[in-house]
Nanobody, 126 residues
Framework: QVQLVESGGGLVQAGGSLRLFCAAS????????MGWFRQAPGKEREFVAS????????LYADSVKGRFAIARDNSKNTVILQMNSLKPEDTAVYYC???????????????????WGQGTQVTVSS
C-alpha cells in the first residue's frame, strides 16, 4: 500500500531555514516523479516543487525559486524539501505527492499525482 509520511515542519523566524522529509513506501520509489505542494488555511493547494524519477530534472514554483530545493534519495525512499530564506507567506501545510504514472516527467499539475501524504505544518513568523 502506498504510504507517504511528511516530517520536519515547525515554527521558524522569517529568513530562517527548514528541511522537510517525505518517507515513501509501498511502491518502487525510483520509478516515480515526486512533488511537494502546500496549502495555507482557507486557500487552495499550491504547487511548490517537483523532481523527476530521473533526479537531474526539477521544477519549482516562481514563488520559491532560488530559495527552496527539492532532492531525492532513492536508496532511502525519501524526498527532501530544503527551504531557505523563509517568508511569512510560506506558512502552510506542506504535502508530499507521488506521480500517478511511473517513468513520467516532473509536473506542477496536481492531476499528475495519485497519492498524497497527510502533511506537515510550516509556520514562519515575522
Amino acid at each position: 500500500q502506498v504510504q507517504l509520511v511528511e516530517s520536519g515542519g515547525g515554527l521558524v523566524q522569517a529568513g530562517g531555514s527548514l528541511r522537510l522529509f517525505c518517507a515513501a513506501s509501498g511502491f518502487t520509489f525510483s520509478e516515480y516523479s515526486m512533488g511537494w505542494f502546500r496549502q495555507a488555511p482557507g486557500k487552495e493547494r499550491e504547487f511548490v516543487a517537483s523532481i523527476s524519477w530521473k533526479d537531474s530534472n526539477t521544477l519549482y514554483a516562481d514563488s520559491v525559486k532560488g530559495r527552496f530545493a527539492i532532492a531525492r534519495d532513492n536508496s532511502k525512499n525519501t524526498v527532501i524539501l530544503q527551504m531557505n530564506s523563509l517568508k511569512p507567506e510560506d506558512t502552510a501545510v506542506y504535502y508530499c505527492a507521488k506521480s500517478r504514472i511511473p517513468y513520467y516527467s516532473q509536473s506542477s499539475a496536481a492531476t499528475a499525482y495519485a497519492s498524497w501524504g497527510q502533511g506537515t505544518q510550516v509556520t514562519v513568523s515575522s
